[in-house]
């Protein structure tokens, strides 16, 4: 990971909220928790403007939380956000596309989706041809999914 235009500022603001002083540590600190989309352009911790993929981040050291946006967490935690965020825009452009295996994980690790659910994705994500039923369960799912990222702070018990 280079140090991008931005990254001396995210390393500060992240140091001033973690428990470690090195970098490399304080890092495994913090973990993905929530993720949304945003209707109003923000600014990431980084300084970057404008995003609109936030990720919500938490130290379980010390329990500070912040935003920051799809490309930090990226680069600062190696999590594929970018990943989860394409499958949201390609099921919000055509609800009755298939999320992602990354996706399906992240919702079913927070919740969101049952193991049934889970199970359901799994077996019908690479299939373009479904049934009525089918497709009318991948509708349902992908709505509760498309509702639950448009609600700010959304990370479901994991």
């Not at 980084?46 to 609109?52: K, L, V």
């Not at 359901?120 to 639950?148: G, P, Y």
């Amino acid at each position: 990971m280079g140090e991008g235009f931005n990254f001396r500022q995210l390393k500060e603001r992240i140091l001033a909220m973690s428990q470690a002083i090195d970098w490399e540590v304080a890092r495994k600190e913090w973990g993905l928790v929530g993720i949304h989309d945003v209707d109003e352009p923000e600014t990431c911790l980084c300084g970057h403007f404008p995003i609109n993929e936030i990720c919500h981040i938490h130290n379980r050291v010390t329990g500070q939380s912040t935003d920051v946006g799809n490309q930090c967490v990226k680069r600062f935690l190696g999590l594929r956000s970018d990943l989860i965020f394409t499958a949201i825009k390609r099921v919000r452009r055509d609800p009755t596309k298939a999320l992602n295996a990354d996706a399906v994980a992240y919702f079913y690790e927070r919740g969101l989706l049952s193991s049934w659910e889970y199970g359901f994705l799994q077996n019908t994500m690479r299939k373009r041809n479904l049934s009525a039923a089918q497709l009318e369960t991948r509708l349902r799912i992908n709505e509760k999914v498309m509702l639950a990222v448009k609600k700010r702070g959304f990370q479901g018990p994991g």
